[in-house]
């Protein structure tokens, strides 16, 4: 292992990044198990690019089989691209019409807002705090978790994540309250002389560790954000695909329409796949312009990877199962909840689920009880991690397959890890 | 056909392109040859991608192996990485001594330029006019093919490709003349108050159609850029893995040393797979700042890809097939130039070859000829296509493994072809 971890600090150099303080050398993965090189089993509940379960039958068939037949670019016509843009059409509304093929979520995020920096004549970018949307130069820039405001161009304008847990506002009135700071951003834009593009937003707020914004938001801020001129991306990134469990599609969870929904990691199951799904009237400017062509994106493999994808989701109910095992697994964490005072908070949707950790009644991060607890739960075979700003949160995520039987294999050894640590880091006394 | 050209139309929009007036459906691929849905077969002459052949039959044995085992992330150990890094660093000099994946040259350059400027804390990017780079917005802007002055940011500043045909040098003063270019836009920075970061370029400057520049240049040029403090990015996307025959990068042309390589399309012979390749002290000052991470980049099927096309290139001997059979075709198509006024030059390395047209003695370019020429080549069972800012240029770029009966198969056609055109499209009478 030693050895692993010098030969990659010396080939890969030191911008690469490991889970875990005694990082894992897997080496197999299988449904929601990964193996390392002793064959210890892992239940992975991290990991949402194995959306359908690491080594899905149906998907790896669908890649031998297509790669031993053709594998080229859009510039020849081929069925697997459009029969498969038919079909991720089809679970959006009839207004997003067109779809654009890429590799990677950080592409599919930069079509979007070339598109909208095109069609609105405007660069203004309007983005959550602490929010992840790749690592290209303009979307690590709108990447706030990963950079300080000084860093940014002045076209970048921030404005809070909706948390209603630890964030400014809560109850009935925090979806308008944090909604106008949207208002006040446009305002802050204009002081700067930039004429706004877009706002962005993963709509299940993940990286903030929010995990779901209040009720009417999206709505809310779409209307904002027309009204200024501006067009609204929704980054599906993270939980599109049915992760959520009550809708396919993140920004479902308010009835209103995006401009540009973008997607990525859990399309290919593993295999690089993102796409970028817009309104016709935007693409036929950007057209006018200039064309998009990107060497492997829609190409015929990925294609046959994500049509396998959408089968599997589809023929297993993996939408209903997210949904069903999905609050199964929070009801019984907010009874470890009501256990344990180390859990300030449950939230989440679907089988995305977050577990704010508390050091006290004032609700203080308790940062590192999350980043031992990750490490024990790592020793006792669950993969998990932390996340949000002070990375007091624990992001379960895990593949679309997971039972209820899964969910009690991770729900009794979380019991124990929070039994032996409880007492040492929630400080009972202090209010 | 109609059917399935509305539907894309329909599905993907008005910014993709098709190849050929009469686009092609091509449902397979073998060795040097796709088939449409007629299993008409046409001699691949164009697809670089597919470097070591289409399905080539240890690529896809090495694909199906490892998808049905894992295809995870790098935030995990993995050998394969590891192996297929150290493997890819051996093919260059022990100064460019970090890989780092991604999926596409786009986000290859994407990070070389972060890095560059990171490291250089300047902005300014010095680029060939009539460049390809990728499609990002940072990307396409130095895209210099693609877009207009106008649309450039000010940090943008092009030189003219080192053209010894058609452009402003020839003869053995044409490098330094060129490369003095390049001091002109550094000047050309500074008076706009705007630092250096890097120049970058496609070591065999193949969009511009020119197909290498002159000894000497890539030399000077990077003198000239250490000096004022930029970093050189080599662009091997194109010319990489051997193509150029003499050489396994194109920049080992000239005897000097990049600050950071890039390359991608071919490397995985389709597999999305692509790697910003680096000088140590580069990387490490930017991890200072932060991390990289791309969700699929380095995954364990993408090296797995990557391994196995390494295999073949060596194995098969492709990089000295490269110079034999490109010496080999090249030196007949020069017969035919002979023969025929309308080929006004015949240039390139190993099996990337250039052949320009033009349709009278002052070298007026023939783009409908070549335009022509290509759709008739098609009919006749070849694939080729055009470049350079007249498109009046033919670009060979055949898979690696092309063979002598391959060449005499293309050599055959496109000699009938010529015979039919060249006294439509060429003007003897004009001086």
Known sequence: MSDQLSKRKKLLGPAYRLFYDEPLNIIRG??????????????????????????????VEAIRHQVGILNTHTRYLHDNVLDYADRILKTLPNELDVAMFSCTGTEANELAL???????????????????????HAIAEISTE???????????????????????????????????HVKEAIEELQKRGIKLAAFIIDTIVSSSGV????????KMVAKIIHDAGGLFVADEVQPGFGRTGETFWGFESDAFLPDIVTMG?????????????????????FAKKTGYFNTFGGN????????????????????????????????????????????????????????????????????????????????????????????????????MIFSRENSDYFLDRFDSVLKKNCANYFNANKN
């Open 30 to 59: 299988d449904g929601v198990w990964l193996y390392d090189q002793e064959n210890r089993p892992f239940l992975d509940m991290y990991n949402n690019v194995a959306h359908v379960g690491h080594c899905n039958p149906h998907v």
């Open 300 to 399: 015929a493999v990925s294609c046959a990877a994500g049509m396998a994808v959408m089968d599997v989701i589809e023929q297993d109910n993996l939408q209903e199962n997210a949904l069903s095992i999905g609050k199964y697994l929070k009801d019984e964490i907010k009874s470890l909840a009501n256990k344990y005072d180390l859990i300030g908070d449950v939230r989440g949707k679907g089988l995305f689920i977050a577990i704010e950790m508390i050091s006290d009644c004032d609700m203080t991060p308790a940062s590192e009880a999350a980043s031992s607890i990750v490490q024990q739960l790592k020793k006792s075979g669950v993969l998990t991690n932390t996340i949000g700003p002070h990375s007091n949160i624990l992001k379960l995520r895990p593949p």
């Open 265 to 285: 990691k859990p399309m290919g199951n593993g295999h690089p796949l993102a796409a970028t799904i817009i309104k016709r009237n935007l693409v036929e400017k």
């Open 114 to 136: 070339r598109i909208a920096r095109h069609c609105t004549e405007g660069t203004g970018l309007i983005v959550t705090e602490d929010a992840y949307h790749g690592n290209s």
């Open 146 to 180: 990963d950079n300080e405001p000084e860093d940014r161009s002045d076209y970048v304008v921030t404005v809070p994540a909706p948390d209603t847990y630890r964030g400014l506002y809560r109850g009935e009135d925090a979806a308008r309250k944090y909604a106008d």
């Open 211 to 218: 995990v779901g914004a209040p009720s009417g938001y999206l």
